[in-house]
């Protein structure tokens, strides 16, 4: 509420309505940090879209049995590697339902699209649901954006004086999970990496023979 002093815990684990300004200056300095990396992303995401071509409607069939296609593939590799190491797993319901979604779909593609290709599957698309190239470019940026976070949050840590304690431990915190994220997306970007490299740079999969069953 607008008026009221910024609560703080003492040191008994009480908390006391005195005003604290080294935890209001961290809150204000750490939501003052959402704006920027916010117009980041919505910069990078026009960005991107400038460069994309509108779509067509003639086409959104295609792009709907394109993305059915991906969900159906990557949950018959995801249910094959839950099953492991049982010889004869049952039927799975819920695989039949992403079949029946794609045989719908491609039966409204090959009445609206008649004699076209199906649109090619980016590298990783087929097992994974992402198209590598932009998914590691995508890392790559949180990458950055992590370790700028990370500059700031220890740039304030730095700059408290000598005995401030409770600001502190919440900007340490803070930086934790930082840390942690990145560790996170690291992981994801190099696997990323040697998926691309395991297709040769990413290959486009699919495309050839028409429309069909997958």
């Not at 204000?28 to 990078?44: A, E, M, V, Y």
């Not at 590691?136 to 949050?153: A, M, S, T, W």
Request: glycine share 8%; with cysteine.
């Amino acid at each position: 509420m607008v008026g009221q002093p910024f609560p703080c815990r003492s040191k008994t684990g009480q908390i006391s309505n005195t005003p604290n300004p080294r935890l209001a200056r961290w809150e204000l300095f750490n939501t003052s940090r959402i704006t920027p990396r916010l117009q980041k992303r919505l910069s990078r995401a026009e960005e991107d879209a400038s460069t994309h071509k509108p779509v067509k409607p003639e086409d959104l069939p295609l792009r709907e049995l394109k993305q059915l296609h991906i969900n159906l593939l990557s949950r018959r590799r995801q249910l094959a590697a839950e099953q492991q190491p049982a010889p004869a797993p049952p039927p799975c319901k819920q695989l039949s339902i992403y079949e029946k979604a794609y045989a719908a779909s491609l039966a409204d593609a090959q009445r609206l699209c008649p004699g076209r290709e199906p649109l090619p599957l980016g590298g990783g698309e087929a097992s994974n649901g992402w198209d590598l190239r932009p998914r590691v470019r995508d890392l790559g940026f949180q990458i950055e954006d992590n370790k700028q976070e990370q500059e700031e949050v220890r740039g304030w840590i730095d700059g408290l004086p000598e005995g401030v304690v409770e600001a502190k431990k919440l900007a340490e915190a803070e930086l934790e999970k930082w840390v942690g994220g990145m560790e996170h997306t690291e992981r994801a970007w190099r696997a990323c990496k040697e998926d691309v490299e395991r297709e040769g740079g990413l290959v486009e999969e699919g495309g050839a023979g028409g429309l069909k069953e997958a």
